[in-house]
């Protein structure tokens, strides 16, 4: 017997349905929305330009807006994977082509479903591996990931678009309702029903939320076994990059430290000797990363407007950051003239009233409220106003 490719009239499945399709396929929706929107936040807050202003209030912001980021897209995978396999025999449709109309129609609806569907799994597949810190690619990863998550939700948009019909009668008609069935969709038998199914979409969706949440929400961190960060860390934070990795070692050991704060022409070096005695102040500040992960301390350092007016810097003028390592694309970074004169913002020195360690940024890093981790520069060594 000659095999040929399945057929739609194959799939007699009655959960296969767009009673549930419609169900699992709007939390979705809401789920790619809401993770959409926070990596909005979180692109834009480590890209600084004049027409999006981050706020240094509140303090927590970024690390609300991450961990929903997170959560959202966590909580979508299971969610694409069961919606898939609701609307897979759709694949396999028998093509118009005979009816012009109808073939163009169809052709413009599976090619927004595939970029869709190829978009949201890249996303989500990425989005999953950049949490653990593993980049088996060689693309920049928040370029890409930014570039995608438009296409992504563009192509959402059309998909709703052309479905609303069917998705506003499915949410009018029962689930187990049978008025939208394909004509071979086999009458339901002992097993689970389509409410169950539903059901279970959206605890798996919850429970996977759960068992990575940890990494942002403290009270979840004993029972999320996928939490990539517990807490954990020397001096009780965590650190994604360490001194070693980051090849500072000898420098920001090096006897011959000193800290440089120029504006313009004028500069001021500061020993770390000179630097600890300055005055000094405490903020209980969150740090977190765009890992999801979060953990707040009590950090005590030099008020950072306070060292810049040491060298005369004008009142508006950003700073430029410049860190110790050699290399990588955060070692210099701009901190917006809000950041510089808040009053919680510290070139921080203290960590829980310990001298940082060395991977947490020793002699000095920046801790600035509602800032990405990793704008939060460690291992600093110049201070720029810029011009």
């Given at each position: 017997?000659?095999?040929?490719?399945?057929?739609?009239?194959?799939?007699?499945?009655?959960?296969?349905?767009?009673?549930?399709?419609?169900?699992?396929?709007?939390?979705?929706?809401?789920?790619?929305?809401?993770?959409?929107?926070?990596?909005?936040?979180?692109?834009?807050?480590?890209?600084?330009?004049?027409?999006?202003?981050?706020?240094?209030?509140?303090?927590?912001?970024?690390?609300?807006?991450?961990?929903?980021?997170?959560?959202?897209?966590?909580?979508?995978?299971?969610?694409?994977?069961?919606?898939?396999?609701?609307?897979?025999?759709?694949?396999?449709?028998?093509?118009?082509?005979?009816?012009?109309?109808?073939?163009?129609?169809?052709?413009?609806?599976?090619?927004?479903?595939?970029?869709?569907?190829?978009?949201?799994?890249?996303?989500?597949?990425?989005?999953?591996?950049?949490?653990?810190?593993?980049?088996?690619?060689?693309?920049?990863?928040?370029?890409?990931?930014?570039?995608?998550?438009?296409?992504?939700?563009?192509?959402?948009?059309?998909?709703?678009?052309?479905?609303?019909?069917?998705?506003?009668?499915?949410?009018?008609?029962?689930?187990?309702?049978?008025?939208?069935?394909?004509?071979?969709?086999?009458?339901?038998?002992?097993?689970?029903?389509?409410?169950?199914?539903?059901?279970?979409?959206?605890?798996?969706?919850?429970?996977?939320?759960?068992?990575?949440?940890?990494?942002?929400?403290?009270?979840?961190?004993?029972?999320?076994?996928?939490?990539?960060?517990?807490?954990?860390?020397?001096?009780?934070?965590?650190?994604?990059?360490?001194?070693?990795?980051?090849?500072?070692?000898?420098?920001?050991?090096?006897?011959?430290?000193?800290?440089?704060?120029?504006?313009?022409?004028?500069?001021?070096?500061?020993?770390?000797?000179?630097?600890?005695?300055?005055?000094?102040?405490?903020?209980?500040?969150?740090?977190?990363?765009?890992?999801?992960?979060?953990?707040?301390?009590?950090?005590?350092?030099?008020?950072?407007?306070?060292?810049?007016?040491?060298?005369?810097?004008?009142?508006?003028?950003?700073?430029?950051?410049?860190?110790?390592?050699?290399?990588?694309?955060?070692?210099?970074?701009?901190?917006?003239?809000?950041?510089?004169?808040?009053?919680?913002?510290?070139?921080?020195?203290?960590?829980?009233?310990?001298?940082?360690?060395?991977?947490?940024?020793?002699?000095?890093?920046?801790?600035?409220?509602?800032?990405?981790?990793?704008l939060q520069t460690k291992w600093v060594h110049r201070l720029e106003v810029r011009?």
């Open positions: 017997m000659a095999l040929r490719p399945p057929r739609e009239s194959d799939f007699t499945s009655h959960l296969r349905s767009p009673a549930v399709a419609a169900r699992v396929g709007t939390v979705l929706g809401i789920c790619f929305g809401l993770c959409f929107l926070t990596g909005l936040v979180s692109h834009w807050s480590q890209d600084p330009n004049p027409w999006f202003f981050v706020p240094t209030r509140p303090t927590w912001g970024y690390r609300l807006t991450q961990g929903l980021h997170v959560a959202s897209g966590t909580a979508a995978i299971p969610l694409l994977l069961i919606k898939l396999w609701t609307v897979y025999p759709k694949l396999f449709a028998e093509t118009p082509w005979r009816d012009l109309r109808r073939l163009v129609l169809t052709g413009l609806e599976r090619a927004s479903i595939g970029v869709l569907v190829a978009a949201g799994v890249f996303e989500l597949a990425t989005g999953l591996l950049n949490t653990t810190q593993w980049y088996p690619w060689q693309f920049h990863f928040r370029a890409t990931h930014y570039a995608v998550g438009w296409l992504a939700v563009g192509s959402l948009l059309v998909h709703v678009a052309v479905k609303l019909p069917i998705i506003r009668d499915a949410w009018r008609s029962d689930v187990e309702s049978t008025a939208q069935d394909r004509p071979t969709t086999a009458v339901a038998s002992s097993g689970i029903t389509r409410r169950g199914l539903v059901v279970t979409a959206y605890l798996s969706a919850a429970v996977a939320v759960v068992a990575s949440a940890g990494s942002t929400v403290p009270l979840l961190r004993r029972v999320s076994v996928f939490g990539v960060r517990s807490g954990g860390g020397p001096q009780g934070v965590p650190i994604n990059k360490s001194a070693r990795a980051a090849r500072v070692t000898a420098l920001a050991t090096s006897a011959d430290y000193a800290l440089e704060l120029v504006n313009g022409d004028r500069t001021v070096r500061l020993t770390v000797a000179e630097l600890v005695a300055l005055p000094r102040h405490t903020s209980g500040l969150p740090i977190a990363c765009v890992e999801g992960w979060s953990a707040h301390g009590t950090w005590d350092g030099v008020r950072m407007r306070d060292l810049m007016d040491m060298v005369g810097r004008p009142a508006g003028a950003d700073v430029v950051v410049r860190s110790l390592q050699p290399s990588g694309p955060y070692r210099a970074t701009l901190l917006p003239h809000s950041f510089v004169e808040d009053d919680l913002t510290l070139l921080a020195t203290h960590l829980d009233g310990e001298r940082l360690s060395l991977d947490h940024g020793f002699p000095c890093r920046v801790i600035a409220p509602n800032r990405p981790g990793v011009a």
